[in-house]
């Protein structure tokens, strides 16, 4: 059920909501267990984290591009 580390890092955002998807519905199966319940819990919030961390990551390349694009532009003037 658990990927390894260096296939969670390949996966895309979209391939990761996908996976929170899934997780979302077969936590909503009518009979499931409640150790099974807890497993996908931990599952879906280790993929939260991955998302989270991923966007943060993003955030900060996009905030240094910016920072680059207004010094070339001050450069240029």
Not at 35 to 40: E, I, K, M, Q, S
């Amino acid at each position: 059920m658990r990927k390894k580390k260096e296939e969670e890092k390949k996966e895309g955002l979209e391939e990761l909501f996908s996976h929170i998807d899934e997780v979302l519905a077969r936590m909503e199966e009518e009979n499931i267990s409640l150790d099974d319940a807890f497993t996908l819990y931990q599952e879906g919030i280790s993929l939260v984290k991955q998302c989270n961390e991923r966007i943060d990551y993003v955030e900060q390349e996009i905030r240094i591009l910016n920072k680059s694009g207004e010094e070339a532009e001050k450069d240029e003037f």
